[in-house]
């Protein structure tokens, strides 16, 4: 089942509601990118005066690639613990920790978080526990050397209003057991509700509430036992599989995974080595053998390099573990076997990891800031997503499965998304290369020219697109049944764009060796006619004038050809002079052709509107055979043109999706910018616009990014606070993102649907939510 993950809120160190409200002035509309404010922060800036709130904090905050920067090292987080009913808590590496309730929705106001203070290091390990205290009890792990027990809700009003801000008399309990950092804390929920600690200090040790305090309000943990390694090196990560027999797992510096049990006698345990030699039984107190746990096997070398975490999954069955030596292993406790060894495919380590017990997925993040998802069972790669720029690494990951609810941290802050079970989207296999164009045939004209065609084919019509790849193939797909129906094979020439003619079944491609061909769908016979520059084309184009078809072809060269094109033949016609002077000839890029019916309905206004490798945009018309107005529209390369009305949009490598009117063919202007408030590029990501399409019954336009990035555009309407964005239009009315970089996009009018073709080789189709249909279409003279 395909997952996408849709940002809810983010939890961070950011300026309280209440401390902004001190001035009601101070709250504007301003619009900042996030990205500018990390640029131009500095350290030392914690302390300043609050910075302004948005009123669109949800669009900023979500929708930008950076969080807000840290203020110096001390802020940093170096932990995070979720806890659905309780809140989030993040541990930093000053010692303070923060505690947020958890958001439905990202709120308009920064969030308030409470600080719990009394560490003076980094706070390494939370867990929280709600069997014990009145609304349950917070445990942390500390460099200091020290174990603090919390309530982080007691006397959280009076409290707070007499001392100012929470220092340690919300600490229940500080155990100062251990003589170095305490790196890892687990609990023991059935086994008297005790929990598990390690540390640097080479020693694992487990506590249980002392007796007899059963009516107080908090319970008193002491120490029943301490496990000691003498090998030199020291537990770095511990899980528990809490039963009525509970096992322990520890991963150390070296990479060896040790397992001990308990509910074993004293003729077992008494004197039983460890094993580095030295006695498993140091301390006993007064408590029960079955309470102790003793070694019974030992995992060496499981890691060439040290274990970061250690994770029990699918319902305890197996566990898992992560290396410093960029691998996963999955490991079956009761044969002692490893099932899964994963490495990651980014040259870096993981870093956390999660069970999805509902989709039986294994949630991997690394240090590039990229979410894995490993079918165990199947042994193999689902999806990798990126969630964070480089070079963000992931400190935590965890999921809320019954709320489908995903918490990625990092060291700025902790990310909240919405796990989307019900993604509809099929993918298409069979190209061997890069997908360089797509093109879908008008259901009226495969019916007129199809030797087959009946009422009962007709359906199977509508449902088929074709595509062209740098394997040199074009394939015909049928959506019902996900496969590639038939297909031809181009011998001579690499394939650089395709279109679909508009008046015979065929498909024209354009080649790297200057030439055209025209492919009969029925046949698979080629017409096709070298171009006069033999240059490579670059772009190509079909229109009807006057019920002759034509072709339209750009190049490197800079040249601009029309050929015509019959149901037998392809003849040259003539060549266009796009550029002011004949020295001046930069590369073609981008065509588009439109009759202009909403300047003379009667006809004769044709033009072409014509995109260049410098950014360059110019119009030529049909009718003056000359070139009209040539300017400068973007600061790079534009790929791609499309038309709704008398509005063409264009795409550019410089990352922008621009709108320009061109009601007045020899006087057009720009309107403005389709993009996310708040960020300064079109995708949202920097990343080039390379593809669009339009919705012709709506107008929605369709966009994508190199990166996979794809939005649907509503430019008729505003997103909400533009007040300050006076340059930025539209309304975003679908977004997604492909786990593969984005090569072309079209849209597909029978089945509702977006069809990506991507740089490895597959074929995505995303059929479009409702609301993309529901903009009333532009009134005479701007429909198309």
């Not at 001392?163 to 229940?172: A, P, W």
């Not at 080479?202 to 309000?217: A, C, D, N, V, Y």
């Not at 709506?698 to 997103?719: C, H, N, P, Q, R």
Request: contains cysteine; charged residues 20%; negative net charge.
């Amino acid at each position: 089942m395909p997952l996408e993950f849709l940002p809810i809120e983010v939890y961070y160190n950011e300026v309280s509601a209440a401390e902004n409200a001190t001035s009601s002035n101070e709250v504007t509309d301003d619009v900042t990118d996030l990205r500018t404010s990390a640029n131009e922060s500095s350290v030392g800036e914690e302390n300043s005066s609050p910075r302004r709130v948005a009123i669109n904090r949800p669009n900023r905050v979500l929708r930008a690639e950076f969080l807000p920067p840290i203020a110096g090292k001390g802020a940093a987080f170096e932990t995070f613990r979720v806890v659905v009913d309780k809140g989030v808590f993040g541990g930093r590496h000053d010692g303070t920790i923060l505690h947020w309730k958890i958001q439905q929705r990202c709120s308009i106001t920064p969030l308030n978080a409470s600080h719990l203070y009394g560490h003076s290091g980094a706070v390494l390990a939370l867990e929280f526990t709600q069997s014990t205290g009145k609304d349950g009890l917070l445990f942390s792990g500390s460099a200091d050397r020290t174990i603090k027990v919390w309530d982080p809700w007691r006397g959280s009003e009076a409290e707070q209003q007499l001392h100012g801000k929470r220092h340690d008399h919300f600490c229940v309990q500080t155990i100062t057991a251990h003589q170095a950092s305490v790196t890892a804390l687990k609990l023991l929920t059935q086994n008297r509700n005790g929990f598990i600690s390690c540390s640097l200090d080479q020693t694992i040790k487990i506590w249980h509430p002392s007796e007899g305090r059963g009516l107080l309000l908090y319970p008193w943990f002491t120490l029943v036992q301490s496990i000691s390694l003498t090998s030199g090196h020291w537990p770095t990560s511990l899980c528990v599989r809490d039963a009525a027999s509970c096992s322990l797992f520890v991963g150390d510096s070296s990479g060896s995974v040790s397992h001990y049990t308990n509910g074993v006698s004293f003729e077992t345990m008494d004197d039983q080595p460890d094993y580095n030699g030295k006695s498993a039984l140091e301390s006993l107190h007064d408590t029960s053998p079955r309470d102790l746990f003793k070694l019974k096997r030992k995992h060496t070398q499981f890691h060439s390099l040290g274990v970061v975490q250690l994770q029990l999954i699918a319902e305890n069955s197996f566990v898992v573990s992560l290396g410093f030596d960029q691998t996963a292993q999955v490991l079956d406790p009761t044969t002692s076997v490893i099932s899964s060894t994963i490495r990651n495919r980014n040259p870096v380590r993981f870093t956390s990891c999660a069970w999805d017990s509902k989709a039986q997925l294994l949630f991997l993040a690394d240090a590039l800031g990229y979410v894995h998802l490993w079918d165990i069972f199947q042994d193999k790669w689902i999806k990798k997503e990126k969630l964070f720029p480089s070079p963000l690494v992931i400190v935590s990951i965890s999921l809320q499965i019954g709320a489908d609810w995903m918490f990625v941290g990092i060291k700025n802050g902790l990310k909240h998304w919405k796990i989307d079970r019900d993604v509809r989207y099929g993918e298409f296999h069979g190209h061997k290369d890069t997908v360089v164009a797509l093109a879908v045939i008008k259901d009226e004209v495969l019916m007129e020219e199809s030797p087959e065609v009946s009422e009962d084919h007709s359906p199977a019509t509508s449902s088929r697109f074709f595509s062209s790849s740098l394997d040199q193939t074009i394939r015909c797909w049928d959506s019902y049944d996900v496969k590639a129906v038939f297909g031809f094979e181009e011998r001579h020439s690499e394939i650089t764009c395709m279109v679909a003619a508009k008046k015979f079944s065929k498909v024209v491609t354009g080649h790297e060796n200057g030439c055209i061909k025209a492919w009969g769908i029925y046949t698979g016979q080629f017409l096709t006619k070298g171009l006069p520059s033999k240059s490579a084309v670059t772009c190509v184009t079909t229109c009807i004038i006057r019920d002759q078809e034509f072709i339209i072809t750009g190049d490197v060269d800079g040249s601009v050809c029309l050929w015509e094109l019959n149901l037998d033949s392809i003849d040259f016609s003539h060549s266009i002079q796009v550029n002011e002077t004949k020295e001046r000839r930069e590369e073609v890029t981008a065509l588009l052709f439109s009759k202009g019916d909403y300047i003379s309905p009667q006809g004769g206004a044709e033009y072409l509107v014509i995109g260049f490798c410098t950014g360059d945009m110019a119009i030529w018309s049909f009718s003056s055979k000359h070139l009209i107005k040539s300017w400068k529209a973007h600061d790079d390369a534009i790929c791609t043109l499309v038309r709704h009305g008398s509005f063409v949009f264009s795409g550019s490598d410089d990352s922008l999706l621009r709108i320009w009117n061109c009601f007045h063919i020899a006087d057009p202007y720009e309107l403005g910018v389709l993009r996310p408030p708040g960020v300064t590029s079109s995708s949202g990501t920097a990343s080039p616009i390379i593809a669009i399409d339009v919705v012709p019954e709506s107008g929605a336009v369709l966009s994508g990014a190199a990166d996979g990035t794809i939005i649907v555009w509503g430019y008729k309407d505003f997103e909400d606070s533009f007040e300050s964005d006076f340059d930025a239009y539209g309304k975003i009315l679908f977004r997604s993102r492909l786990n593969y970089p984005l090569r072309c996009l079209q849209y597909w009018p029978s089945q509702k649907s977006i069809i990506c073709g991507t740089n490895e080789g597959r074929i995505v189709v995303l059929p479009l939510p409702a609301q993309v249909f529901h903009t009333p279409p532009l009134p005479f003279p701007f429909q198309t």
